[in-house]
């Protein structure tokens, strides 16, 4: 690896599985000290074992509850009293949302769940990182919208998770106002991206799969890798004068 990353120190979240595991190995191959969290002890073990078979060190905070003020604090002054600062934060973890159309969604034990595992969880660590942040004044956060965030659905309902990725997206333009010069905030919009949970909900299988590679110029679902590249950018040097953007990583499907 290039070392794109050298020197700066990264809170990642949800490193146990798919998006967040993939951006803390690529940002730990890139030179970076990475912190990351888990409400999963095991998987966030793993992750770190698996740092560690490859000469790198990932250091966790597990188990933690991004949606808990409380362990938010907990996680992000962990890592800034072991290092002196804070550099970056990715606000990969999310809560599987629950998929149900409007007509059939179900206020307190779907609506509320989803919003808080999407929104609330970014808003949390990015309140507790942010005075670090000031003070690194070269800082960049990471946050994750979709491509549900701009179009619907027609294999899922899926009405409370396009309300908070578009939340998120939201979220991060004001963030880029008002963190900006000294933080730099952007979002990634996956498209539909291959991890154990997709492949449990039953998005990577069958007639869904054929009608989501139909309709996906690049042919092909997307890995963790495909979406840690870009992460590598914008947390980098190389992004210095992008905040306040979106960048959708999703073989063209919003271009389709």
């Not at 888990?38 to 793993?46: G, K, R, Y």
């Not at 770190?48 to 991004?66: F, M, Y």
Request: hydrophobic share 45%; with cysteine; glycine share 10%.
């Amino acid at each position: 690896m290039s070392g794109r990353l050298n020197g700066k120190v990264a809170l990642v979240t949800g490193i146990g599985a798919g998006i967040g595991r993939g951006i803390a190995l690529m940002f730990a191959r890139e030179g970076a000290t990475v912190i990351g969290c888990d409400i999963n002890p095991v998987t966030a073990s793993a992750t770190v074992e698996a740092a560690a078979t490859e000469g790198l060190t990932i250091s966790s905070v597990h188990p933690c509850d991004l949606t808990s003020p409380v362990d938010a604090k907990r996680y992000v002054e962990f890592a800034a009293a072991q290092h002196g600062r804070i550099d970056m934060l990715v606000n990969a973890a999310a809560i599987p949302p629950h998929m149900a159309s409007a007509a059939e969604m179900d206020y307190q034990g779907q609506w509320v769940p989803t919003l808080v595992g999407e929104v609330d969880i970014v808003f949390l660590a990015t309140q507790a990182a942010w005075p670090y942040l000031l003070e690194s004044g070269k800082a960049s956060i990471i946050n994750f919208a979709s491509v549900n965030a701009f179009r619907g659905s027609s294999n899922f309902g899926m009405v409370a998770h396009c309300a908070g990725k578009a939340a998120v997206l939201g979220m991060t333009r004001q963030l880029a106002l008002e963190g900006g010069p000294l933080i730099r905030a952007n979002t990634i919009s996956p498209g539909l991206v291959v991890t154990a949970a997709t492949e449990s909900a039953g998005g990577t299988q069958g007639a869904i799969r054929a009608n989501l590679l139909a309709r996906i110029p690049m042919k092909r679902l997307g890995s963790p890798e495909d979406i840690a590249w870009c992460a590598v950018f914008l947390a980098s040097d190389e992004s210095s004068w992008i905040t306040g953007s979106n960048f959708p990583v999703d073989g063209g499907v919003l271009s389709a």
